[in-house]
């Protein structure tokens, strides 16, 4: 390969990231989806300065001022205790974002390993990785969060592993399904016979080319764990007050939000935007990364 | 089926085990001597060895015992049974909805593909999937209470008409009794009443049949069978409804069992927003007063009824597909 010389390796990198912004760009709603995640990163993490009442989302009372309608000073107006909603919101942002991350991450860290091990190694280990995760699948969604919550107790903590137990068998499917695939290939056939052990393998070939429908559903189930962890704080298994979660927002005005409308209107605008922007994120990345339609 | 049954009573026993409260505790009352904790312990069998009480415990939800709630000092079973008929009217009529709505939506969106109305159907769809479902029942709520005035906010009918136009209960879904008894008044509020929380369970699960619709319709439509019927001329209605369409249906009807369980979780929230004295709402309260008993009995029946209407599902399938029957 006399071409492959000293330039030509950047060459082909820039080549190859150049092809992968003209996919993106070529893809409005993808797009759309990375504004709105990337303006929801950055609400998050500069929190304190684009709010204008940090304190309200901590634990501020400004009772004189309670229940006004949003105006020029509180944009989203005030709840019951004079909190500001757009400041309580603006953090909201960080707890969800963080809860979100979180459970995606631990469903992975749970999910991934079990599901290649079962797919690459099958027989009675694959049997039994995938009764338990049949078990787990059995539960309507929210449901064994609840039971996890109830039997743990209630805090951001337990919300969070809650889910993460409920959602880990769908990456053992995934990635079971994908290793299934690859693990027939040719180039694992050739590793294998020149005597290539078995988790070089996993981590060189099987890995790499797996993974992609599992990036683009967890990005897709970034959203959903953040109206999942949304659902089971309204419910009360979650962020106690006074901090400032979307659900509990959502909860905690449930007492007035008939005569005043704004308590309760934007945390639910907020989780709303959240999850259009990561399912259009993960929609998009499929675009991309699956050979098929591009 | 039974492996997963199992693998559920595993979970769900696992979970009564790390449970902070102690049964025993509950049992003996309020203050009890040591002894009385002992006495209590040995009745609940909880000085047996943990595989041990796993047998009882499979026993017991067998038999239906699940123990008496902390909230309302009644069975739970019964509990659960006196509720379960309104939920289940609220999940069934959800489902109906969004089927009925759902379905000729996606075909819709399917036929006229990359026009207008498919767009606006997909993005219909988008956001029926993020909606927050509690979110949407409080806005509909909002709606209804400030703006029209007409449906009201909560229960599942009229005081004044169950007082005035009793319901005589024969199934327990108000719909259908008040039918059967042909108690006008009362299946007036029972409809006006059950509008909004079905609407706002629906709203998910349409967007989801429909999108599952449309992208099934669109794979049917560029098979070979499809263009070689247009090619003889047949007409593209018979083509689109009597050929597409049934193939189509096909893994949308796997998706309404998922959707099942899914609004099975959706009544939590729901019924606790429209106050509809359902299974959901009692969860919620349990939830509230930590009436953990209650929480365990909920989630087994919600799971067995899951994997029940999973196994429905996967005979109706074998049903309408004619292959998945030869191939056994």
Redesign the interface.
């Known amino acids: 390969m006399i071409l492959l010389k000293e330039g030509t390796r950047d060459v082909r990198g820039r080549a190859l990231v150049s092809y992968y912004l003209f996919l993106i760009r070529r893809n409005k709603l993808l797009m759309l989806g990375m504004a709105i995640v990337g303006m929801l990163l950055i609400v998050a993490a500069f929190a304190p300065w684009i709010a204008p009442f940090p304190g309200d989302a901590t634990g501020d009372m400004n009772v004189l001022v309670k229940l006004t309608p949003p105006g020029p000073e509180y944009y989203f107006g005030t709840d019951n205790i004079g909190r500001d909603i757009f400041s309580r919101v603006v953090f909201g942002t960080r707890k969800s974002l963080l809860v979100g991350i979180g459970i995606v991450l631990i469903a992975l860290f749970i999910g991934v390993p079990l599901g290649l091990v079962a797919g690459y190694f099958g027989g009675k280990l694959d049997e039994l990785i995938m ?2 995760s ?3 699948l ?7 969060p ?8 209630t805090s951001m903590k337990v919300n969070m592993v809650a889910i993460a137990l409920a959602w880990w068998p769908w990456y053992v499917r995934l990635l079971r399904a994908q290793v299934l695939i690859t693990r027939e290939q040719l180039y694992v056939t050739a590793a294998k016979s020149i005597g290539v052990k078995d988790h070089t393998i996993i981590v060189r070939h099987i890995i790499s080319n797996s993974i992609s429908p599992v990036i683009v559903q967890a990005s897709l189930d970034l ?1 959903y764990a953040i ?1 999942a962890s ?2 089971l704080s ?4 979650g962020a106690k007050p006074p901090v400032a979660e979307w ?1 509990l927002m ?1 909860n905690e ?2 007492a007035y ?3 005043f ?1 704004w308590t ?2 934007f ?2 605008i907020a ?6 922007g990561f ?2 994120l993960g929609d998009g990345l499929r675009d991309i990364l699956d050979p098929k339609v591009r | 089926m039974t ?6 009573s ?3 026993f696992l ?2 085990t ?3 409260s102690d049964p025993a505790a509950q049992w003996a009352g309020t203050r009890p001597t040591p002894e009385q904790l002992e006495t209590a312990r040995k009745e609940l069998g909880l000085d047996k060895p943990v595989y041990l009480r796993y047998l009882l415990y499979i026993k017991n939800t067998a038999r239906g015992e699940f123990g008496t709630s902390i909230r309302t000092r009644q069975p739970i079973i019964r509990d659960l049974l006196g509720y379960f008929p309104a939920t289940f009217e609220l999940v069934t009529l959800s489902i109906l909805i969004s089927m009925v709505v759902g379905i000729p939506l996606g075909i819709f969106s399917a036929v006229r593909r990359e026009s207008v109305p498919d767009h606006l159907g997909r993005l219909f769809s ?2 029926g ?8 029942g ?2 509909l ?2 709606f209804a ?2 703006m029209l005035k007409t449906f009201p ?1 909560q229960g599942r009918i009229a005081s004044e008409v169950s007082f005035s136009h009793p319901v005589a209960i024969k199934t327990g879904l108000f719909l259908l009794d008040t039918l059967i008894q042909g108690n006008w008044a009362a299946f007036k509020s029972a409809i006006i009443h059950i509008i909004l929380p079905a609407a706002t369970m629906s709203f998910a699960c349409l967007a989801f049949v429909s999108r599952m619709a449309r992208s099934s319709m669109i794979e049917v439509m560029r098979e070979d069978y499809i263009r070689t019927s247009k090619a003889f001329g047949v007409s593209e209605q018979l083509i689109r409804y009597k050929y597409a369409l049934k193939n189509a249906l096909v893994p949308t009807v796997t998706v309404v069992g998922l959707a099942y ?2 609004l ?3 009544s ?2 729901v019924e ?2 429209f106050d509809w004295p359902g299974i959901g709402r009692y ?2 309260l ?3 007063y ?1 009436d ?1 008993p209650a ?2 009995g ?2 087994i029946i ?2 067995a009824m ?2 029940l209407i999973n196994l429905i599902v996967d005979l109706i399938y074998a049903f309408i597909d004619p292959r998945v029957r030869y191939s056994r």
């Open positions: 009764r338990i049949d078990g787990f059995a539960f309507p969604p929210l449901l064994l609840i039971a996890i919550g109830g039997a743990l107790g959203g109206l949304a659902s309204f419910i009360g298994i659900g959502i005005a449930r939000f008939l005569d409308w309760t209107t945390p639910g989780i709303f935007v959240s999850v259009i399912n259009l | 492996l997963v049954l199992l693998m559920v595993i979970i769900t979970l009564t790390i449970a902070p988008l956001c999937v993020g909606v927050p479902s509690f979110w949407l409080m806005m709520q909002l209470y400030s906010i369980g899914s099975l979780g959706g939590i929230l606790s927003i969860v919620w349990s939830i509230l930590n953990f929480i365990m909920v989630t919600f799971a899951y994997l």
